[in-house]
Structure formats: C-alpha cells, structure tokens
C-alpha cells in the first residue's frame, strides 16, 4: 500500500508511527482526518488537506483501508460521509483527490461517490525510483455555481461601493482598470 501513498506516510509503518499520527490530531479543530470504524474496528483512515493562500477554500482527499476490508464498498461510503461533512460544517468550495495513474480502485471509488474527472497529470509524482502521473485528478464542486454566484454578486458589490468611493476621492471620472 505504501507504494500508493506520499512518502509521508511512514513505511515500514509500526505501533510508534500511528500513536504518532493520532497525537497529531488531539487538538485539531476542526476535524478534517477520521478513522474508518467498522463495527467498532479501526479499519482505515480518511482526511482533508486544506489548501492555503489563494487555494484556501479548496481540500485533497485522501483515505486508505485495510486489505481484509477491500472491495465492499467501505471507501465509497466513508468518501461520501466526509464530503458531506465537508460540504455543511467546513468552508469548502472544492474536495479533490488526485489518485495516481494505476490506481483503479480508488478512481472509481470517487467515481461512485460522485466526483468529476478533471484530467491528469504527467509525470507529477516520484515514488520508489519511478516517474508517474496522477492519472485521474477528480474534483466535488458540490453546490458550485450556486455558491460562486452568491459570492460573486457580493464580491461585485463591495467592488461598485470601493469604486464609488475611489471616484469620490479622486478627480478621476472614468473608472479605471
Ligand atoms: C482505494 C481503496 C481505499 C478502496 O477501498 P474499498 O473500500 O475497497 O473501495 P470500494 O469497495 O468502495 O470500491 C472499490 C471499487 O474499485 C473496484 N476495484 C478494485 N480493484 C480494482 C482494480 N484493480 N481495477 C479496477 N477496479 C477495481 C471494485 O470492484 C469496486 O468497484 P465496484 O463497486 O464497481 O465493484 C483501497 O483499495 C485502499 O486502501 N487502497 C490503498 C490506499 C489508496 O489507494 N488510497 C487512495 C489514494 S488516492
């Protein structure tokens, strides 16, 4: 499995690493990792790594299973779950995942829980002495135009009143670019 995952996350990965990790996120607030809980077993893991600066309203997604629990459908649902999460309790405009060019079962794990492909990228990656690309960058804009809208026409507004401020002050009478 490491072979998928960045190089962040440990490999060997041992006792030590996990007690690591989980200390980690004792203080995070909010929550953007969580465990995959299957009848009261840890199985797995899925997160959100929120963007910064100029990308802040935009999270990658990732998540790992256990091989014993594969192929029934737990990634799906756990994807969904977040997303949803994500959508109502964190101020997200975009969730995007960026599975590398051979990983079948997490591209259609996203496929399945609804996100659009967007493209690849070649050659993005080096991992264990090789080239690759992500293969199938896909994106949950959920609510998309909606929001842009709404934000736009505010942006808008708060520009016309700067700018008839601007004019106010200034001798200029044509606005300018
Ligand atoms: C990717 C991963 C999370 C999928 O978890 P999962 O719970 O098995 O996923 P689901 O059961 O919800 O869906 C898997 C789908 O992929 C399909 N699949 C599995 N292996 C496949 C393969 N080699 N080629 C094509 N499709 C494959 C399954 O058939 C299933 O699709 P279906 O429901 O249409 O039959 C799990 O394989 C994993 O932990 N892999 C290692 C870590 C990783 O890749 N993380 C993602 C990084 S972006």
């Known amino acids: 499995?490491?072979?998928i995952l960045r190089d962040s996350f440990p490999h060997p990965y041992g006792i030590t690493d996990a007690n690591r990790w989980i200390d980690s996120l004792a203080s995070e607030n909010p929550r953007y990792n969580f465990a995959i809980d299957v009848e009261g077993a840890?199985?797995?893991g899925i997160g959100l790594k929120p963007g910064q600066d100029?990308?802040?309203y935009s999270a990658e997604l990732g998540y790992w299973l256990g091989r014993a629990y594969w192929n029934r459908g737990i990634a799906t649902a756990a994807v969904r779950l977040l997303c949803d999460?994500?959508?109502?309790?964190l101020d997200l405009q975009r969730i995007f995942a960026v599975p590398i060019s051979w990983n079948a079962a997490s591209s259609r794990v996203l496929n399945k829980a609804g996100f659009h492909p967007e493209g690849t990228l070649g050659n993005a990656c080096f991992k264990d002495?090789?080239?690759?690309?992500?293969g199938d960058v896909r994106s949950d804009?959920?609510?998309?135009g909606g929001i842009v809208r709404r934000?736009?026409?505010a942006f808008m507004g708060a520009h016309a009143r700067l700018e008839g401020r601007a004019r106010r002050r200034s001798s200029l009478t044509q606005p300018v670019d």
């Not at 002495?129 to 992500?134: K, N, S, V």
């Open 141 to 144: 804009s959920r609510g998309f």
């Open 42 to 44: 840890i199985v797995g």
């Open 85 to 89: 999460y994500a959508f109502e309790r």
């Open 129 to 134: 002495g090789c080239f690759f690309g992500h």
């Open 151 to 153: 934000q736009r026409r």
């Open 54 to 56: 100029i990308e802040r």
């Open 1 to 3: 499995m490491w072979r």
